[in-house]
């Protein structure tokens, strides 16, 4: 929308509200219209005409924008509805937007029009209008047909022979029929806009995929460019202007290498120019197209029309044949040893290029002067029988003579002829898996179609049709051609690439009627458009890509001209063309492109093939005659095909596409497009956890599924950002994460709270790379919020099993014992469900993942056995960089009973067969005396308990005496609803007048001096004492030997069973892990974790 500029949309009301046609209230006659007003029917007809205009794809129609959130509302019917309506709109607008739908190509047409409109707001859209013939069935005839046909097919017909051929074409036309299946499906089930195959590949299996596929694609279509500016060269230089060649070659041997040169000038020069052109105005290739499909069709036609003339009148291209090997004509002008001069017989150029001297006694070649001179004719016409000759294959080595057989020679002693002498020779090794790479470019193309899917009027049809006719037609056009040049032209003319035998014709020009040049002609100019198309092309498809923002440093190819022309992806597209210039060779370049379409189609076969085995709702195409087992086949059809080809070009591809699908995983933005591949995520996610279901994993499998419980700020920020740190450590992202937290309140008030708390959580797990799942509840407490995670986290099989918490280091200033209580209650739930405990103590002091030890220590202190987990969590640790170079050391304690000795020896075999690399150490732990200070500690954290409770009831009962005057007001004056709801006889006084007064009296006592004096003359409870004893001493011992341990790790001590206890067992743990730095107390969930077996 331009700047500052809004619409304000009216309803009219009807009649039916009492007012005229031309009708507004009173009311409604002071607003001023002092904005653009816009009708309703207009706005909702062409959105985009008022809007921003670009596509939401999370929207189901293209072109739909959120209507202004002060839009009013037609009539009253809805007002039950009007406050969803902001934003899900009313049927009708809907229904109205799809049936004025429009879909601008986003390529050529709309950049014409963006140079020729001079006005500030769009032209008129118009609908489409092409049909399935002009729209798509010209356009994939002309990108299939084109220079493999004129310039190599009769060359692969030669070599492979016409059943060899035959299988050759019928592959490839099969490969890209089953293509065209599934890509008819995925075409017609919805709108495909720019972009073409590269839309329908990254929409339907992903970001990931689709980027890697895109790019694959966009390198292909590159190289083809190449190939075709290759193709257009080798016609100027070789058939049309042979003279204009820039190096010449003194030696025939080196007349390959010199042609390589003179292609790589030329070439260079020719991509500079086109590439100008489309920079200029892609207007001028779009209006040259309907050029270059005559020139493709004129060509054909004349083929067919010279196979028709050669029954009755076969043309006269004679070739010169030595013994049965060719000769190339160009050298000699007459096909003969010796001629007749008036009565005088002299020797002819032949003669001189094999002998020595002119004269007849001269020493000439072994093989020329054992052999004779023949003429035989190079197109014998379709009535003779050299069909029979050309069915089988001949394949040769580089550097073979070309014989025929059937000739009579007589061999020569040497080994290899002289390359000097006017022999053709076959330029490279022919073989069938070769021949299939170089012509698979011949039968790319049919994405055409569904890439100027804007300007169809019917799509969804003419796409299927159009495509799958092309297809059909072309292959009869290259299966026909097979036999047809088979039965009509001579073997080795068919096997003579550059027509050398024949004074350098185009061999498919020789059968051509009425003319050789209406070929040559044709597919110069056949090949020159074709290459401009694809530098046309391939830079929207760039640009397409960089407008997705999969792979970041791409973003800088989405940018062009002010008309949206891609100047950028304009320049790296013929800076990769330019690479294909540099081999050179036509032959060499077509198995790379090959490669590239081969991985496209395949991909597109299997993103038919997902979603046809996936069910998904949206998978409704409009084209049903596709089926899974047809995509299957196309997909592994095109994997065949590159291996095929090339074995090692397929490798580079594969990895290409490999990398740059793990970048755009690990780098790239975020997409949620509903493809399939999370569609088959989902699906192998579901099966996996019915999977787990069956019953709980093994030892052997068992590792900690963690839920990490953190405490959030008033803001929502995370207190200790380094528990997420020691869960990367634990878990290297194997497993199950849960990170959880708990808002008080309702979820009503603090929706958005939670919003905010999960995004910063996830924000700090991208931080410490914690890779796992966020879930924030709101509870009305804390206790029950807790208590819900503990219980009801993960799903199905894939539930946590241990619980990370920090030990809450301010329990004894929290404000009352909630904060203790809430504590200890977890301990005693997670106890419940047989889960692990974990509890870490100076949490913030713990290292972050860019920390490293360089040494150190971890010590576990192992006093009793609760399945292992003590054991196997520092092992999990060391195998994280920042504990890597800790050495692990095991403490255990011994009684006044036990043999410590074998205690020690024990302990080294189990830790043995554990394959567990510790230093072992038994501590020795007399039975003392209780000491004066274990008492006076005790002493004091049992007044301290008795005063809190003693503020706690003074606390209780002021509140209930609050409830008493409350639940007293509310019975003498009820109100309206109360008295419709509740009677006064079922109010419930849970505390009598009597209950008080006796509460309030024992409170007093309390609060006495009599009640003070009490608790400074109470004495402790054994039972405590001993607790403390017990922690005071194996803290003493802990700390003696672990006090500069990098981790000390020791057996979590359970609650009390009597819960009145409950502050106390604070205290223990308080006192049992003084004056250590890290603490992790570790608490099992009473299943072994850790085995000796394998």
């Known amino acids: ?118 006005e500030p707001r769009r032209k008129e859209i118009k609908a489409p209008q092409m049909g399935t013939f002009i729209g798509v069935y010209l356009p994939c005839l002309q990108n299939i047909l084109g220079v493999i046909l004129f310039l190599r097919l009769t060359w692969i017909v030669g070599a492979a022979g016409i059943f060899g051929s035959f299988w050759i074409v019928f592959i490839c036309c099969a490969c890209t029929l089953l293509t065209a299946i599934s890509m008819s499906a995925i075409a017609t089930n919805g709108v495909v806009p720019a972009g073409g195959s590269y839309y329908m590949i990254s929409r339907s299996l992903g970001p990931e995929f689709g980027g890697a596929v895109g790019l694959c694609f966009y390198l292909g279509t590159t190289f083809a460019g190449a190939m075709y500016i290759l193709g257009t060269i080798e016609i100027l230089l070789t058939y049309i202007v042979p003279s204009a060649a820039i190096f010449k070659a003194d030696d025939p041997s080196q007349e390959t290498q010199t042609m390589l040169n003179n292609m790589r000038v030329y070439g260079t020069c020719t991509i500079t120019l086109m590439a100008t052109v489309v920079f200029v105005g892609v207007k001028y290739v779009n ?28 043309p006269d291209f004679p070739l010169c044949m030595l013994g049965n090997r060719t000769l ?71 550097g073979e003579l070309l014989e025929k057989r059937g000739l009579p020679s007589v061999p020569a002693s040497e080994s290899a002829a002289n390359t000097r002498l006017p022999y053709v020779f076959s330029d490279i090794a022919t073989y069938f898996t070769m021949l299939v790479g170089i012509y698979f470019p011949s039968v790319t193309g049919i994405m055409a179609g569904s890439n100027r899917s804007g300007d169809l009027k019917d799509a969804q049809k003419s796409i299927p049709t159009g495509t799958l006719l092309a297809i059909i037609t072309t292959s009869f056009i290259y299966l026909s051609s ?11 003319l068919l096997r003579d690439k550059f027509g050398d035998s024949v004074d350098g014709n185009l061999v498919i020009g020789t059968l051509a009627w009425p003319s050789p040049w209406v070929i040559v002609i044709g597919s110069f100019f056949s090949t020159c458009g ?40 304009l320049l790296l597209t013929a800076g990769i063309c330019e690479i294909g210039i540099l081999i050179a060779s036509l032959d060499s370049v077509a198995p790379i492109l090959s490669m590239f379409f081969l991985m496209c189609y395949m991909f597109v076969n299997l993103a038919c093939a997902l979603q046809t085995l996936l069910k998904t709702p949206n998978w409704r195409p409009r084209f049903t005659y596709y089926h899974w087992t047809l995509s299957f086949l196309g997909m592994s059809l095109c994997l065949a095909l590159m291996f095929i080809c090339s074995w090692y070009y397929a490798l580079v591809a594969m990895v290409i596409a490999g990398c740059i699908y793990k970048y755009i995983e690990y780098r790239g933005a975020e997409k949620e497009w509903g493809d399939g591949i999370r569609g088959l995520s989902l699906n192998a996610a579901r099966y996996a956890l019915l999977r787990l279901e069956d019953g709980p994993p093994h030892t052997k499998n068992w590792r900690p599924q963690l839920l990490i419980l953190l405490n959030l700020d008033s803001e929502q920020n995370v207190k200790h950002p380094r528990l997420l740190s020691l869960t990367t450590q634990l878990k290297a992202g194997k497993g199950l994460t849960i990170v959880g937290s708990v808002l008080e309140g309702t979820f009503l008030d603090r929706h958005a709270d939670v919003q905010n708390a999960e995004q910063n959580i996830k924000t700090l797990m991208g931080l410490e790379k914690t890779k796992g799942f966020c879930h924030v509840v709101v509870s009305s407490n804390r206790r029950d919020g807790v208590s819900h995670l503990i219980q009801s986290s993960g799903l199905g099989g894939m539930k946590h099993n241990t619980v990370l918490v920090a ?45 490293r030890f360089a040494g150190g220590t971890i010590d576990i202190w192992w006093i009793v056995h609760d399945g292992g987990l003590l054991m196997l969590l520092p092992f999990l640790l060391s195998q994280h960089k920042v504990w890597k170079k800790c050495k692990m050391r095991i403490f255990t304690v011994a009684q006044i009973d036990d043999n410590s000795i074998q205690m020690k020896k024990d302990l080294q075999l189990f830790l043995y067969q554990l394959r567990l690399d510790a230093e072992v150490e038994v501590v020795e732990m007399l039975d003392n005396d209780i000491s004066a200070f274990t008492y006076e500690r005790t002493l004091v954290m049992e007044q301290r308990s008795q005063m809190l409770k003693q503020m706690q009831l003074s606390k209780n009962e002021r509140e209930r005496e609050a409830q008493l005057i409350h639940d007293r ?36 006592e309390s609060l006495s001096p009599e009640g003070v004096r009490d608790i400074f003359n109470m004495k402790p409870n054994q039972s405590n004492v001993r607790r403390m004893h017990t922690a005071v001493k194996l803290n003493e011992v802990i700390v003696n030997r672990s006090q500069d341990a990098r981790l000390v790790l020791l057996n979590m001590p359970g609650p009390p069973k009597n819960r009145q206890g409950d502050e106390n067992y604070m205290e223990f743990l308080e006192v049992l892990t003084e004056g250590l730095n890290r603490v992790l107390m570790v608490r099992g969930g009473g299943s072994e974790v850790i085995t000796i077996y394998s």
């Open 328 to 398: 190339a004509s160009k050298a000699f002008d007459l096909c003969a040893k010796v001629s007749t001069v008036g009565n005088q017989t002299v020797t002819t150029q032949l003669w001189r290029l094999f002998c020595d001297s002119p004269y007849l006694n001269a020493t000439c070649d072994e093989y020329f002067n054992l052999n004779n001179v023949t003429i035989i004719q190079g197109i014998p016409g379709i009535a003779s029988r050299v069909i029979s000759e050309n069915i089988w294959s001949t394949y040769g080595s580089q």
């Open 969 to 1004: 007001n509310a019975a003498a004056h009820p109100s309206g609803t109360d008295r419709l709801s509740v009677s006064p006889e079922g109010v419930h006084m849970t505390w009598t007048k009597e209950k008080i007064t006796a509460e309030k009296n024992k409170n007093k």
């Open 807 to 851: 030990w809450p280091e301010l329990w004894r200033q929290t404000d009352g014992p909630t904060g203790w209580k809430n504590f200890v209650d977890m301990v005693c739930e997670t106890t419940a469900a047989h889960q692990a405990l974990l509890v870490t103590k100076n949490i913030d002091s713990f290292p972050t993942n860019q920390e």
């Open 482 to 492: 097979i036999i047809l040049f088979g039965a009509c032209i001579e073997g080795v």
């Open 530 to 569: 074709a290459g401009l198309q694809s530098l046309t092309g391939a830079p929207r498809l760039m640009q397409a890509i960089a407008r997705d923002g999969i792979i970041p440093f791409l973003r800088v190819f989405g940018h062009g001209k002010a008309n949206g022309e891609p100047t950028w992806a």
């Open 1 to 118: 929308m331009s700047q500052s500029q809004r619409f304000l949309v009216t309803a009219v009301p009807s009649r039916r509200d009492g007012l005229g046609s031309n009708g507004m209230q009173n009311g409604d006659s002071s607003v001023q219209e002092t904005e653009s007003t816009v009708p309703i029917l207009e706005y909702l007809r062409e959105p985009n005409k008022y809007g921003d205009g670009i596509p939401k794809e999370s929207s189901p129609f293209i072109n739909s924008t959120d209507i202004d959130k002060g839009t009013m509302y037609e009539g009253k019917n809805l007002a039950l509805f009007e406050e969803e309506m902001d934003r899900n709109p009313m049927v009708s607008s809907l229904l109205n937007r799809l049936a004025n739908y429009t879909n601008l190509t986003q390529g050529v047409r709309e950049h014409e029009e963006a140079e020729n409109n001079e």
């Open 287 to 314: 209006k040259l197209a309907l050029v270059f499909l005559a020139c493709v069709i004129l060509s054909i036609l004349a083929i067919y029309a010279g196979v028709i003339k050669t029954a009755f009148s076969p």
